[in-house]
């Protein structure tokens, strides 16, 4: 199969524009905030009175809050207007918002300062809808995944560019204010001249009438979140995320100040280290996730989240404070080098974990509402942002400190996910084929693109072994239901995996007639709904490796609902623990070895009237080779 790379996209234009709008955004937004986080860490008694603990937050908490309020609004417009143009005028508002924080800058007024901060959310609130909209409109579904990840990559990149850059200015002395303020402004000009370069994605709704009342609007467009709910259980999810990356990022100035002795520029170092995981991750999500949304990806990240979020409590709280360091002498430390390789693991885990829900929610909303679904996602996500700021405040207030801050929030990342898993099986079961294919296996595929990406279809394959279904479900883009002996899918883990797939119990007519038509009649339904099923026509699973005659039932299935067959084949199988060679399936540990080749190759689709059970084997066994 010929899979585009991923940074292809930067050469086209339907994706490059938009993507370098979107990166200088995210790099003046944190340019200007680690200014302001790096004044309020380090010089808070020359401006205030309050503590820089709680500073902090509340200069977070200010960030957010537009997203809750104005969100719903930003969701409308988005699906009302053409994007591309919506694009320029948001990015306007930011360059008027980095001047009036450049103003702040100039006089060292922090109530100023705070105003744009405000302001900035206010814009962030208002391009984020039509930023995820977009996507869907200008990449193929291939894309996805792939578009996904170098957002998230390239709005990691910004962050780290935006910390490095605002860390640095700022604490340059005679200079450096007023540096920030033009560098800030600076970036947003940029923008602006970038985005008229964006291609013109059409209005998914010009007719919407706007209610400006956002609170009324707001209880709407979380009402189109609920519409479908693995998408809007998608997005607890990522507000999760961002609660638990709230509650981390932060903390960093004082985690540096108060528990590692670091100066300012250790603070920029654990955001380098942090964003580049991010960034690594978010990229790898395309080659791992096989250029599919791939949800088994999501547990995947959540255990690292926790893992290395509970080994970073660890380090921190054992930390024994001692004269103030740079980052030189932070690196040179090896006890440091743990630390550092926490916080790169939490991003790395982070980028699997996003990137496929963001994708997701993208995929199985409705067009119509897309833009509003979004923005029911940046209203949790604030939401959950500010809960975690206020939590923070909170917790701090009664004595606890930063180490046992970071070990709650690794704690509560493990008791959200096995809850929201318990509520969408389909999550773990992703995982579960995910791990056996990357574990087990290394699948090598061919011909996937063959598959066509809408309508029923009845795909044929081979039966070698017991993990069969589980191999085409991790290597297709499109769910497949399989139609499967009744024996196979009552075993133990594997029925897990099954029943949540939607898979199809079937006996023969000697043994179960009744389970045997239902099974008939499920399949016809599935089909005239327009889903993918799977049948194995050999009707049991090959004891020598070759493959046996294909049985009837599939020309009982297109008499009844003509849809395209497709032809599978599935090779290195045989042999493995999985398969009967020289007795029982999964009897012979030693061939459970780790990383066996395996290949899947797909056939052109054939017209349902060609299609009869010689001419399939036929195909399949051609597929199929010598490679058993």
């Not at 942090?274 to 949800?295: M, Y």
């Not at 405040?393 to 318990?422: D, E, K, M, R, W």
Request: net charge positive; hydrophobic share 50%.
């Amino acid at each position: 199969m010929t899979e585009s790379n991923q940074f292809r996209l930067l050469g086209k234009r339907r994706f490059a524009p938009f993507f370098g709008v979107q990166f200088l955004g995210a790099l003046n937004d944190n340019t200007f905030k680690q200014a302001l986080v790096i004044m309020l860490a380090y010089q808070t008694a020359s401006f205030t009175s309050l503590s820089s603990s709680t500073l902090q937050n509340v200069a977070q908490a200010l960030f957010v809050l537009p997203f809750f309020l104005f969100s719903a609004t930003a969701g409308q417009l988005a699906d009302k207007y053409e994007k591309s143009r919506l694009i320029t005028v948001t990015i306007v508002i930011e360059f008027a918002c980095m001047a009036l924080g450049a103003a702040g800058f100039y006089t060292q007024s922090i109530g100023l300062l705070l105003v744009a901060l405000f302001l900035g959310g206010v814009q962030s609130a208002l391009f984020g809808p039509v930023k995820y909209a977009i996507l869907p409109q200008h990449l193929k579904e291939t894309e996805i995944v792939g578009g996904n990840g170098m957002v998230e990559m390239g709005t990691s990149v910004a962050i780290l560019l935006g910390m490095v850059l605002g860390g640095w200015v700022i604490t340059q002395p005679d200079w450096g204010v007023q540096a920030a303020a033009i560098l800030t402004m600076t970036i947003s000009a940029t923008g602006v001249a970038l985005s008229r370069f964006i291609p013109k994605a059409p209005a998914a709704d010009p007719g919407l009438r706007i209610n400006w009342n956002p609170f009324t609007e707001t209880w709407r467009n979380l009402h189109f979140t609920r519409s479908n709910r693995t998408v809007f259980l998608s997005i607890l999810g990522i507000s999760w995320f961002w609660f638990y990356g709230s509650m981390m990022v932060t903390q960093f100035p004082n985690l540096s100040k108060d528990i590692l002795s670091g100066n300012e520029h250790v603070v920029t170092l654990l955001l380098i280290v942090f964003s580049v995981g991010i960034g690594i991750g978010s990229l790898l999500c395309e080659r791992l996730s096989g250029h599919k949304v791939e949800l088994g990806l999501v547990p995947f990240g959540s255990i690292g989240l926790t893992v290395f979020g509970i080994d970073l409590w660890l380090q921190t709280a054992a930390h024994i404070a001692h004269g103030p360091l740079g980052v030189a002498s932070f690196v040179a430390d090896p006890a440091h080098w743990r630390l550092l390789g926490d916080l790169f693991g939490i991003g790395l885990f982070g980028g699997f974990y996003i990137v496929p829900l963001y994708a997701l929610v993208q995929t199985r909303s409705d067009p119509v509402f897309r833009s509003r679904i979004i923005a029911g996602n940046n209203i949790l996500n604030a939401l959950f942002m500010v809960a975690a700021a206020l939590i923070a405040i909170g917790l701090f207030s009664v004595g606890l400190t930063i180490p046992q801050l970071i070990l709650i929030t690794a704690l509560l990342n493990a008791a959200v996910a096995v809850y929201i898993y318990t509520l969408v099986p389909e999550f773990l079961m992703r995982f579960l084929v995910w791990m056996l294919i990357h574990s087990v296996y290394r699948l090598q595929k061919t011909g996937l693109e063959r598959i066509p990406d809408e309508g029923g279809l009845l795909i044929v394959s081979n039966h070698v072994s017991y993990v069969d279904s589980l191999v085409m479900a991790a290597g297709c883009r499109r769910p497949i239901r399989f139609v499967m002996d009744h024996r196979i899918f009552k075993i133990p883990v594997l029925n897990f995996i099954f029943r949540t797939g939607r898979a199809i119990p079937i006996a023969s007519a000697k043994e179960d007639p009744e389970m045997m038509e239902r099974a008939f009649a499920e399949v016809a339904k599935a089909l005239r709904a327009g889903d993918v099923v799977a049948i194995f026509p050999e009707g049991r699973l090959t004891d020598s490796g070759d493959m046996m005659p294909f049985r009837p039932g599939v020309k009982r299935i297109l008499e009844e609902t003509p849809v395209p067959v497709v032809p599978m084949a599935l090779m290195g199988l045989w042999g493995s623990f999985f398969c009967r060679k020289d007795g029982p399936a999964m009897t012979k540990p030693w061939r459970l070895r780790p990383f066996r080749k395996i290949g899947l190759a797909v056939g052109e689709p054939i017209p349902a009237h060609r299609a009869t059970p010689e001419s399939l084997h036929t195909r399949v066994s051609t597929l199929r080779g010598d490679w058993k």
